[in-house]
């Protein structure tokens, strides 16, 4: 009788124990795949593809092994499945990261393609669009004036996010209320010609400032000829 | 032969005689167009407390109205180290003699008593010389603030009692500054005194101009848009008026206020001049032309809009008739200007009969003025001629004074002109750039 008992508790153990195995493998494959739809929501199977391959791979062997009911092989292999995700989503967000860094480092730092408003006048030659020069008095496009925007045109069209507000600036000669017509109508003469380079008119804003945000203070001929320019300030 | 040409010869010099002649006369025609001044004396204020205070404040407000008097063109005030007995009058028994000798029209007496704490009387006094009367004499009450406006109100009686037409010191100007680095509104007395500051913006503010003695219409740059706002100077409080996208700029307030003209832009459309209600509501285009029309100003009986246009392929000055609607084939504005190739900041005289504007003449630009009093024989004179710039003319609310910015210490200064005189006096002293003044209606009428 205390031997039948012994056999029976025996086989319960036995039962739980390999209940329990297959319960801890099971476990470590919820949480491989669990790891690996993270890494693939992270963007690993275009970031990080061979280790999200290798994380798939080794989550397949452990599924094929717990069905063979080779419970601890199918719970090593999933335990390998879910570092090798983990692996791929880290990988994933730091090659993600140094592209979204390399993209807005090509997008303008610092004030060079601010708002003149916001980010005070600033010389343009870091910039990424760069500024426009008028004669006095004048709105048209000079050769040069429209070589400088087709270089800005070929950027805008490589950079199809990038929305641009256009500021027309004057030279201090003249009355304040002219000076800002004059700023409008230089604005919209580099407008159209960006249209007619290919660029979409919604992507391009304008604003006249007139002769109210010179780039240079001085009193000067080359002050002048610096302060009558479009600038390009990026919209937020 | 020989007879032939000296005879031809001889009316060649004849008619040069005569050319010159003419223009001999012409000139001699404007020289004496220029009234005479009354010379004045306005010996310091007495106080009744006879303290260093009492005597300061003396000193400050008989400056003021000497201040005001020369600055109104009508007067020249005799220096006081020129006076035969420099005290003052007992009991306004004057020396009628001395006066006499020193050439004096008039002498203004003062006289300031302290009622009770930090409540004053001043009586002020102007004696006609030629009669020995008192030809002026008031009395005013008020708090220590409110003295330097009574002055200014005397002034306005002062030229008056002269010239029959009140004066126009007793009102305001606002202007444009960038004394904190970005250019926002400011207002002060046209002495220059009790400078406020209206906007704090730290963005664009431009262009005032006074609806009221405490309201100013101004573009500002809030929204990243030159926007048109109404705001009232005292309690900062500002009200949207027009937004369309691009330019909302150069208001004018018309008529009794009733109407407002602006330069903006209908959706796809250039600039143009439009005619709101004060509130910006209902605007009607007046001109529709692809050139850019800016700086609208009303005739003062609401008949004309005189305004800028490049349609001519340089800015110039243009005149449209609203009686007959808005531009069109049967209604062209007519060009005003016809010398120089930059004619800007149209501003016509309150009384009608003159348009000043800005005109850049050689390298710099100066002030003229269009005198329509000969109907269609419209005559022109040129108000400066420095070589520095002066510019944005607007006029006094008696219609005889320009307020304006000029560039004379490298920097722009507000100055006032006389057209009578055609003497500019400094308004401000700052190191920053003070531009665009307006010069708001008389305070007296308004009684705020």
């Known amino acids: ?236 | 032969m020989f007879k032939k040409h000296f005879v031809a010869m001889l009316i060649i010099i004849l008619a040069g005689l005569v050319t010159s002649q003419v223009r001999a006369q012409d000139e001699f025609v404007v020289i004496s167009k220029a009234p005479k001044k009354a010379r004045v004396a306005v010996p310091s204020f007495r106080a009744d407390f006879q303290t260093e205070e009492g005597f300061g404040m003396g000193e400050e407000l008989s400056g003021l109205l000497a201040t005001d008097l020369t600055r109104s063109g009508f007067f020249e005030l005799i220096p006081r180290q020129a006076f035969l007995k420099p005290g003052p009058a007992v009991e306004d028994q004057e020396d009628w003699q001395a006066w006499m000798l020193l050439n004096a029209q008039a002498v203004i007496r003062g006289e300031l008593t302290e009622l009770s704490q930090g409540n004053y009387q001043l009586v002020l006094k102007l004696f006609d010389v030629g009669t020995q009367k008192m030809a002026l004499g008031k009395s005013y009450k008020g708090s220590k603030q409110s003295l330097r406006r009574m002055v200014h109100r005397f002034a306005d009686e002062t030229v008056e009692w002269l010239t029959g037409k009140r004066g126009g010191f007793e009102s305001r100007i606002a202007f444009v500054s960038n004394k904190s680095g970005r250019k926002e509104i400011y207002a002060m007395d046209p002495d220059g005194f009790n400078l406020l500051q209206v906007t704090s913006t730290g963005k664009l503010n431009l262009s005032p101009v006074f609806l009221d003695s405490s309201q100013v219409y101004f573009t500002g740059y809030d929204r990243m848009n030159p926007d048109l706002y109404l705001m009232n100077i005292f309690s900062k409080e500002k009200k949207l008026i027009s937004s369309q996208p691009g330019l909302n700029v150069s208001p004018a307030v018309g008529p009794s206020g009733k109407k407002l003209a602006l330069a903006m832009e209908s959706p796809g459309e250039n600039l143009d001049i439009y005619i709101l209600n004060p509130d910006g509501s209902h605007p009607l285009r007046v001109t529709s032309h692809p050139a850019a029309d800016i700086q609208p100003t009303w005739s003062p009986d609401g008949h004309y809009l005189a305004f800028v246009s490049d349609r001519s392929g340089s800015p110039q000055v243009y005149m449209i008739d609203l009686y007959q609607g808005a531009e069109s084939a049967g209604n062209k504005p007519i060009r005003l200007t016809q010398t120089g190739s930059y004619n800007v900041s149209p501003a016509w005289s309150p009384d009608g009969r003159y348009l000043s504007y800005c005109r850049r003449t050689g390298g710099s630009f100066d002030l003229f003025l269009i005198d329509f009093s000969g109907g269609d024989q419209r005559t022109e004179t040129q108000l400066t001629t420095t070589r520095y710039n002066e510019e944005d003319p607007a006029w006094s609310p008696d219609g005889r004074m320009l307020v304006y910015s000029a560039n004379k210490n490298g920097n722009y200064d507000i100055f006032v002109i006389s057209i009578f005189s055609k003497e500019p006096m400094q308004v401000t002293n700052l190191p920053s750039d003070e531009t665009q003044p307006s010069w708001s209606p008389s305070l007296y009428e308004k009684g705020g």
Not at chain 1, 76 to 85: E, G, N, P, R, Y
Not at chain 1, 93 to 99: C, G, W, Y
Not at chain 1, 125 to 152: P, Q
Not at chain 1, 184 to 194: C, G, I, P, T
Request: overall charge neutral; proline content about 3%.
């Open chain 1, 1 to 236: 009788m205390a031997k039948r008992i012994l056999v029976t508790v025996f086989m319960a153990l036995t039962l739980v124990f390999v209940a329990s195995c297959g319960k801890n493998a099971q476990k470590a494959i919820d949480a491989a795949q669990a790891a690996i739809n993270d890494a693939k929501a992270a963007g690993a199977e275009q970031y990080a593809p061979q280790e999200y391959k290798s994380a798939e791979d080794y989550l397949g062997k452990a599924r094929d092994q717990y069905k063979a009911k080779s419970f601890d092989p199918a719970k090593a292999s999933a335990i390998s499945a879910k570092d090798q995700a983990e692996l791929a989503k880290k990988r994933a967000l730091e090659r993600k990261a140094a592209e979204d860094a390399s993209r807005i480092s090509s997008q303008p730092t610092g004030g060079y393609n601010a708002s003149s408003l916001e980010g005070g006048a600033q010389d343009d030659s870091k910039a990424i669009l760069k500024d426009v020069r008028f004669d006095y008095d004048r709105s048209d496009l000079g050769e040069e004036s429209k070589s400088t925007l087709v270089n800005n045109a070929k950027w805008l069209e490589q950079n199809p996010d990038a929305k641009v507000t256009i500021e027309g600036h004057c030279d201090e000669r003249g009355s304040t209320e002219y000076n800002l017509a004059l700023g409008e109508r230089r604005a919209k003469s580099v407008r159209d010609y960006l249209v007619s380079l290919g660029i979409d008119h919604g992507r391009l804003g304008i604003i006249s400032y007139g002769e109210s945000l010179p780039l240079d203070p001085g009193h000067s001929e080359a002050a002048w000829a610096k302060n009558r320019r479009a600038h390009f300030a990026f919209t937020k």
